[in-house]
Structures are given as structure tokens and as C-alpha cells.
């Protein structure tokens, strides 16, 4: 029942401004794909190309075995949830979620049944003769939902449904999107710019700037091993130093000597990427980078300092929130694992 | 097999989609087709009959009114050159022009009022403000006949309250046409400026009031300035809709306080010089256009 | 605080504009209420109302002439508000929902009769009617009402679509309708309180015209306004006070109707 999709040399132009340039992807079934990204990357023109409310302008849309490129989005059986909801004001909650299934003619007794259970799928049982200007945003969401998922769509499509809710609501919306998207082991594609959210959440994450696929790979891929220096700066915080590898196991960026794993290839372009939490502050001296503590930012858990190196280079450390406390103008030491940070290499290092 | 089936019902039963099938390869025929009966409409019932009246305008006549297939002035020559009727389009003129700066001052006020003054009766006021528009001008003048009036209701009550000796001749003056016009004018220009004045951000008004304006200085600063461009547009509407009044012409102004409208429908109507008629016509349609645009050049000159 | 105070205190801050205000209001509904008076009056002359009397109510009644012409302008009234209200009602949805060329133009030429002097439509449907044979009849009437109305089906059904966001009808055609279902099942209904308000206006303005009537016209075609009005270039008869009052009570009914039906609210956006 759940499908496979796929996106060949998938294209839209909207006079003459290129919002979509050629992206390949394959979503497998079941599973949870984030496409994420700053506006205007193109996340959401894709979204709508696959369900059909917009026409490629070139390339093709596969669902399951068939072209569907073009295809009209009524005949796509697909789940699409709006971040507006797009709830039809003048009928009440169970009209709402038995649309798709009175387009299909389904009985009665049966529509009243699915309807009945979609409801209970997202905890809003009871709540058949409500109207959607009745309901808060978390609930108009979970009808959105519940509506999209009652005909038992080939794939669900989600553009982003969580970013109209505050944050509580959202954490707990997400976590139950995913339960049912578990649940019912339908594929899924979440379009979002709030990459904490597809990190959480999705199996795989499509990272999307000015119209290209960047990276795909799980969350942790993604975070741990960015491909390109957009992905490593837009997922997570990053310090990120160019330079040329020295080849005995530094990069050379300017007037800073910074270890890294990569021990061949002296001279080739290459970018270190070092995540806050992954640095430390230590007393000055114990470690090759030495700086200028600038401030820190209290975060609740951990305080995030900006020390200020030698060659004027931020560095952004994320340190726990304990112990002692660096004050700011003292000098300290930026230590990290040189092991867990990754390293971009040759073009990919100019990002 | 349960997939088959769904797809044939999403797909190929229903009669719509066969009509909306056909459409497919043709989207460019739908908004076609959407705006026909209007557009037909339009253009044989409106932009060429108003063409032609533009045009009927140039033809001779004859001394018995028959039109003559040949082109000419002097329908203009005669309506510029001729003192009296002249005359009555620059009364009308005025007269629009005195109407225009009372209804839209009066208007103005009570838009303001409906606007800002949050008020549970809200509705009922602007039921008030509209259910005479759609009484009908006809009844309106009617009863601005009445009473004007020498021995009509406003004399009869000054008299009774000693205020006046003599009644104050209402009909058939200017004066009594600018007042019951601008009374018949008065909803349309308050649905304008209404429309002008709520969609001004209340927190600008706010901003000035933080920052020490009062309630005046806060109205002459920041609300007027910015709903002047409403104001102008007001302005032109009721200037054009005065222009060509019509009923409260026929009734308050009587023949002893012609105007243009009723001179139109007595050369058309009933003197059936049409080519005349159409020439004045076509004098009134050039100033409203001539209103129109001085306004929109006017509105984009300030935009800059 | 004294009352004397408190009334001065009232007059210097809101008091004397809100009765501005009132006065205003007044001078807006005088002549109405005029009308009113002069129906019930049973003096048939022009002045004071003396007492109350229906008998100009029963003379109308009485009057085939007004009857007839009641008849006329309910008829096309009525036609003419429900094609303007179609033909509107396709093309604001074509104008909202489709980008095409000529939209802006369109739009402008539909909504133009509003700023229009209104004698021009007049005076120029019956130029280009008369030579075919449309003057004087129902279907010149008719077309003649279509054109001054169009213009309000327009602004206010395009306003009510705008309203709506166009992910509704996008979210129908994802749930398996397709376009004509989707405009019947889901944007019709959205809008159905507009365009009952949109009909109700462009009927209520077809029905108290006057400046295009008078031109299209004919002898078995005569309306209400135009009965009125040559009636009274002539006499001061309160037979026409009591139509006057007829037309008041049918469009006051008419509003409570739709107010019931759609709320005050919708009713106003003209």
C-alpha cells in the first residue's frame, strides 16, 4: 500500500526564476523523509510537484510502478496536510475527514466507521460534530491529519504542519506525527526549515538549498558528516576553518595549525568542522588553540561561549552548565576530539 | 485489487472527470470560457453602445432632428457656444463641486465614527447607513421635496419655533439641491471613507499617542494624512455621481434650477435629438474620465 | 458630581461629536421618514402630517398601473440579479483563482459603470437599442440592469474570495475532486453567503433605478421608479408616498431576510 517515489531530473521554473533545478530523489517506502531547508530552497515547489498542485517543468514523478508526472493531484491517492490545516470552514470535523472517502463513494456505514477510527488514530474522538473554527491549531492540525490519512493514501505529504504551533505543542505533535507514521508504516515526506525538528524525527533527511538536494542520509549522517559547508552550517551550529591539510595530520587556515584526522594528502583544500559540543574550554595552554573569551549565551542546560582565537576566528563552544565558569576577557584554550569532527574535502571545501 | 478499484473510482466513473478530462490539454480555454457571459455582456451591452454614443455625437442633424450621415461639431459648438446651456453645465459643475465638499466633510465624520468607535451596535448603524441607498433615489428626492418646501415640514417647524418669519426657500434653489444631494450621497461616501479609515493600522495612531500626541494631534498627523488618498478617490466618486444627478435635480431644482442630467434626458427623451443628447453626453463621460485620471495621477504622484 | 457637570464633562469629550454624529445620521434618514409620514397621512396635500391613514396604501393597490409596474420591476429585478450574479460570480472565480491576460482590464471595465455618471448607461443602451428593436422591451430592460449590477457581484464575490484561502480548495483536490467538484462541493458553499448578498444588492439597486430605466422603458415595460417619477413631475399625489412607503417596507423585509439568512456582517461589503 505504501509507495515508492521518485523524482528524476525534476525541474520548475516560475518566469524564468529557477526554483526546483533537477533533483533526483528516491523516498522508500515507509519511511519518514524530511526535506529541509532555508525559504525559498525550493523544499516546498517540490512538495507540490509530487502532489500534483504544480506541474514540473521538466523531469518526471514516479509513485509506486507509475509515471505520474502528469498525472492530476485527484488521482494521485496521496495525503497532503497544509500548514494551514485547509479545513472546509463551513462543514464540521467528520464531513471534513470523510471528504476523501465521499469522493471515493464508499458506503456510508463504512465512511462513518473509518471516519470513527482516524479520529481515535489521533485522540480527537468525540469531536465529529465540531466545527473548525471551534478548534485551537493543535487540534484543527490533528483533523488536517486525520482527513489526509482516512482514504489510506499511497504516501503522506506534510508541508510544514508544525510551524503555525508553539513550541510545546510542537514537540508533542511531532512525536505523535511519527508514532502514526510508524503505526501505519506509510511513507511520508515532511517538508521543514526547522532542522532540530527533521533531525527528531524523520529516517532520512534531504537537505535543500536554491533549488538542489545538498545531502541526504540519516539524521546522524547528515549532523556528523555534512557534505557540503551549507549543510554543515544550516544542521546545527558549526566552526568551520579553511585551509589546505599540512598532510602530518593538521589543517593549515591562515596563522592557525589545526589538528584534524586526515593524515594524507598535504595540500589539498579542506574544511574542518568542529560542533560546539564537541569543544571544550580548557585553562590556557593545555591545548594548540588559545583565545579570548568574548561572552556566553545561557541556554538553560549548557551556556554557549564565543572565545575569540589568535587570528580573530570565532570559536563557539558549547560547555555544561556546571563548575566553574570562564569570565569573559580571561584567555583560555579550545580543545577538541579531532577524531569526531569531520573534514570536507577538495571542492566541497568551498562551500 | 483493492488499489484497482480505487483508482477507477478516483479516476474514470465520475462525469465530471470527463468534462474536466477534456479540459486537460485546453487549460487556457478554462478562464475563457469563465469570464464569456461577462465579457459578452460588457462589450455588446456596455463599451460599444457607450462607443457609439461617443461617436452619434459627431453626426448632423437635420432641422427635424433626423441624423445625417454626415460628420460635424456642432453639437459641441452649440452646447460650449450657446449661454444657456453652457451655463447649466457650469452650474452643474458647481453644484457637484459643493455637493462633492459637504458629503465628503460630513462623511468623513461619521466614517470616523464608525471606524474607531467601538460600539455592540456596530451593525444596526450600518444598516442605517445603507438601507437608504437601497431605498431608492426616486423616494429619497420625494421626500426631500416635501420637505423643503414652503409650507413644507423644515419651514413649517423654524415658523412654529419662531426662529424665522418668513419661509426659507429651499426649492428650487442651488443651495436646496447641494443639501438634499448631498443628503441621497451621503451613504456611498461614508461606505468609501469607512472603507478608507478601518484598514489604517489603529497602531500607528497608537505610536503617536506614546509618543505624546493627543487626540487631535494625533488625528490632524497621522490618521488624515493617511487616509487622504481614500479621501481623494471619495472625492471623485461623488463628483462624477453629482454631476449626473439626476432625480434630486428633476424634483428639488425643478425647471427653474436646470441641470445637466435632465437637459440630457429631455433631448433624448423627449425632444429626440439623439446627436445632441450624445454630445453632452459624451462632455460629462470626458470630465468624470478627465476626474478619474487627475485623481490616479494625482494618488501616484504622492506614492513617490 | 453635578448632572449640569457631568453633561459638560461628556459634551467636552466625546458628547458633542457623537452628536454630531446623530445629527448626521438624521440628515441621512430625514427624507425616508418623510416619505413615511406623508403615506400614512390621510390629508392629501403636502404638509404636516395630521393623523394616520392607510387609504393611499389601498389606492395603490387598487391602481393596475402600479401593480403592473410592481409586477415589471420584481420580474426583471429578479432576472437581472440572478444573471449578473452568474456571470459575476464566473468571472471574479476566474479572476482570483486564474492568472490570464487581460485580468486586471477586465476587471476594471466590469467594475467602471460604478464611476460612471449613471444617465451615460441610459442614454446609451437606448442609442444602440432602439435600431434593434431592444428599447421598450423586457430583454433590453434586463441587459440594461445586468450592466449597473454587475459591478457589485463582482467587488463583493471577489472580496469574499479572497478571503478564503486558496489551500481549501487545493486540500479538496488532493482528497480525489477534481475542478467542478471541488467548485460545487467546496467553493460554492464557502461563498454562498456572499454571493446571497451580492444578489440581494444587485436586486435591491435593479429594483429602485431610475436614470437606466427611464430610457428602456416602454408603455407595457414601465417600472416602479419610473411610474413614480412621472407621476410626480406633475402632481403631488400621496399615492406615490405610499408606493414610496411599499418600496421601504419591501426592502426593509428584504434586508431582515438576508440578515437572518447571512448575518449583517456579509451584508456589508459593498
Not at chain 1, 509513485?63 to 491517492?77: F, K, L, N, Q, S
Not at chain 2, 463599451?47 to 427635424?64: C, H, K, S
Not at chain 2, 450621415?69 to 459643493?98: C, E, N, Q
Not at chain 3, 458628547?15 to 403615506?39: D, S
Request: charged content about 15%; overall charge positive; hydrophobic content about 55%.
Amino acid at each position: 500500500m505504501s509507495a515508492t517515489i521518485r523524482l528524476h531530473s525534476l525541474r520548475k521554473e516560475f518566469d524564468g526564476v529557477v526554483a526546483v533545478d533537477a533533483i533526483e530523489l528516491t523516498v522508500e517506502p515507509g519511511l519518514l523523509y524530511a526535506l529541509l531547508g532555508p525559504s525559498g530552497c525550493g523544499k516546498t515547489t517540490t512538495l507540490r510537484m509530487i502532489a500534483g498542485l504544480e506541474t514540473p517543468t521538466a523531469g518526471a514523478i514516479w509513485i509506486g510502478e507509475a509515471d505520474c508526472t502528469h498525472v492530476p493531484p485527484y488521482a494521485r491517492d496521496l495525503g497532503l496536510v497544509f500548514q494551514n490545516y485547509a479545513l472546509f470552514p463551513h462543514m464540521d470535523v467528520a464531513t471534513n475527514v470523510a471528504f476523501g472517502l465521499r469522493m471515493r463513494r464508499l458506503p456510508e456505514d463504512e465512511i462513518t466507521k473509518r471516519v470513527a477510527e482516524v479520529l481515535a488514530l489521533v485522540q480527537l474522538a468525540g469531536f465529529e460534530r465540531r466545527r473548525p473554527k471551534q478548534l485551537s491549531g493543535g487540534q484543527q492540525q490533528r483533523v488536517a491529519l486525520a482527513r489526509a490519512l482516512v482514504t489510506r493514501p499511497r504516501a503522506l505529504l506534510l508541508d510544514e504542519p508544525l510551524s503555525n504551533l508553539d513550541k510545546n505543542l510542537r514537540d508533542e505533535m511531532r512525536t505523535q506525527v511519527r508514532d502514526i507514521q510508524n503505526r501505519l508504516g506509510i511513507t511520508a515526506i515532511l517538508v521543514t526549515h526547522d532542522q532540530e525538528e527533521a533531525l527528531a524525527i524523520a529516517d532520512r533527511v534531504v537537505v535543500m538549498n536554491k533549488g538542489r538536494i545538498e545531502q541526504i542520509g540519516r539524521g546522524e549522517d547528515v549532523y556528523r558528516r555534512p557534505a557540503t559547508l551549507f549543510v554543515a552550517r544550516f544542521v546545527g551550529t558549526a566552526n568551520v576553518f579553511k585551509g589546505n591539510l599540512s598532510g602530518d595530520g593538521h589543517l593549515v587556515a591562515g596563522t592557525l595549525r589545526l589538528p584534524v584526522k586526515a593524515a594524507d594528502r598535504a595540500g589539498e583544500r579542506a574544511a574542518l568542522v568542529v560542533r560546539p559540543a564537541d569543544a571544550a574550554l580548557r585553562p590556557a595552554g593545555a591545548g594548540a588553540l588559545t583565545g579570548v573569551v568574548e561572552g556566553h549565551v545561557y541556554q538553560g542546560a549548557l551556556r554557549r561561549y564565543t572565545v575569540r582565537l589568535a587570528d580573530g576566528s570565532p570559536f563557539v563552544v558549547d560547555v555544561p552548565d556546571q563548575g566553574t565558569v570562564p569570565a569573559p576577557g580571561s584567555t583560555v584554550a579550545v580543545t577538541y576530539d579531532p577524531a569526531r569532527c569531520h573534514v570536507l574535502r577538495g571542492v566541497a571545501a568551498d562551500g | 485489487m483493492a488499489e484497482r478499484a480505487l483508482a477507477s473510482a478516483v479516476q474514470g466513473d465520475e462525469p465530471t472527470r470527463r468534462v474536466v478530462a477534456w479540459f486537460a490539454p485546453r487549460r487556457w480555454l478554462v478562464p475563457v470560457l469563465l469570464v464569456l457571459p461577462i465579457a459578452a455582456v460588457l462589450m455588446l451591452a456596455y463599451v460599444i453602445p457607450v462607443a457609439i454614443m461617443a461617436g452619434l455625437g459627431f453626426f448632423a442633424t437635420d432641422p427635424t432632428g433626423k441624423v445625417l450621415p454626415t460628420l460635424t461639431l456642432a453639437h459641441f459648438v452649440k452646447f460650449f457656444g450657446d449661454s444657456w446651456y453652457f451655463f447649466v453645465l457650469v452650474r452643474s459643475l458647481r453644484i457637484a463641486f459643493f455637493v462633492t465638499v459637504l458629503t465628503v466633510v460630513l462623511g468623513y465624520v461619521v466614517a470616523y465614527f464608525l471606524a474607531f468607535y467601538r460600539s455592540r451596535l456596530i451593525e444596526l448603524y450600518l444598516v442605517l447607513v445603507v438601507a437608504p441607498i437601497l431605498i431608492g433615489n426616486v423616494v429619497r428626492a420625494y421626500g426631500w421635496r416635501f420637505l423643503m418646501g414652503e409650507s413644507g415640514i423644515v419651514n413649517g417647524l423654524l415658523t412654529r419655533l419662531g426662529v424665522i418669519d418668513r419661509p426659507i426657500p429651499f426649492l428650487y434653489t442651488e443651495h436646496g439641491i447641494v443639501i438634499a444631494d448631498s443628503s441621497v450621497l451621503l451613504p456611498i461616501v461614508i461606505m468609501i471613507l469607512l472603507g478608507v479609515l478601518s484598514r489604517i493600522d489603529a497602531t500607528y495612531i497608537e505610536a503617536a499617542k506614546s509618543l505624546g500626541a493627543g487626540r487631535w494631534r494625533a488625528f490632524w498627523h497621522v490618521t488624515l494624512p493617511l487616509s487622504l488618498p481614500g479621501v481623494a478617490a471619495a472625492c471623485v466618486v461623488c463628483f462624477t455621481l453629482a454631476l449626473g444627478t439626476f432625480e434630486t435635480a428633476v424634483f428639488i431644482g425643478g425647471k427653474r434650477v436646470q441641470m445637466i442630467a435632465p437637459l440630457v434626458y429631455e433631448q433624448i427623451g423627449v425632444v429626440f435629438n439623439w446627436p445632441f443628447g450624445a454630445a453632452m453626453s459624451l462632455v460629462i463621460l470626458a470630465i468624470s474620465i478627465g476626474g478619474i485620471a487627475l485623481n490616479d495621477r494625482l494618488m501616484r504622484e504622492r506614492a513617490r | 458630581m453635578t448632572a449640569v457637570a457631568r453633561l459638560r464633562r461628556w459634551l467636552a469629550g466625546d458628547g458633542a461629536f457623537k452628536i454630531l454624529v446623530a445629527a448626521i445620521f438624521l440628515f441621512l434618514g430625514l427624507p425616508v421618514i418623510v416619505a413615511f409620514l406623508i403615506a400614512v397621512n390621510p390629508r392629501p396635500t403636502i404638509g404636516m402630517p395630521t393623523g394616520f391613514s392607510l387609504r393611499w396604501f389601498a389606492e395603490v393597490l387598487r391602481e393596475s398601473s402600479w401593480l403592473a409596474a410592481y409586477a415589471n420591476s420584481l420580474l426583471t429585478a429578479l432576472v437581472a440579479a440572478l444573471a449578473a450574479l452568474v456571470s459575476g460570480t464566473l468571472f471574479a472565480y476566474a479572476s482570483v483563482r486564474y492568472r490570464f491576460r487581460g485580468r486586471g482590464l477586465f476587471a476594471a471595465i466590469a467594475t467602471s459603470p460604478l464611476g460612471m455618471p449613471r444617465i451615460i448607461i441610459g442614454v446609451a443602451l437606448l442609442i444602440f437599442f432602439n435600431p434593434v428593436g431592444l428599447s421598450g422591451t423586457f430583454t433590453g430592460l434586463i441587459i440594461g440592469f445586468v450592466v449597473i449590477t454587475t459591478p457589485y457581484i463582482v467587488r463583493t464575490v471577489g472580496a469574499v474570495l479572497d478571503v478564503y484561502d486558496p489551500a481549501i480548495e487545493e486540500a479538496a483536490l488532493t482528497l480525489g475532486a477534481d475542478e467542478i467538484q471541488t467548485f460545487f462541493r467546496v467553493t460554492l458553499p464557502m461563498i454562498a453567503p456572499g454571493l446571497i448578498s451580492a444578489a440581494i444588492l444587485a436586486f435591491v439597486y435593479a429594483f429602485g433605478n431610475l436614470q437606466v430605466a427611464i430610457f428602456l422603458t416602454g408603455p407595457e415595460t414601465v417600472t416602479i421608479p419610473v411610474l413614480m417619477f412621472s407621476v410626480l413631475e406633475f402632481e403631488g399625489d400621496p399615492t406615490v408616498a405610499a408606493v414610496a412607503c411599499i418600496n421601504i417596507l419591501i426592502v426593509t423585509a428584504v434586508i431582515l431576510v438576508a440578515n437572518r439568512l447571512v448575518g449583517a456582517k456579509n451584508l456589508l461589503r459593498l
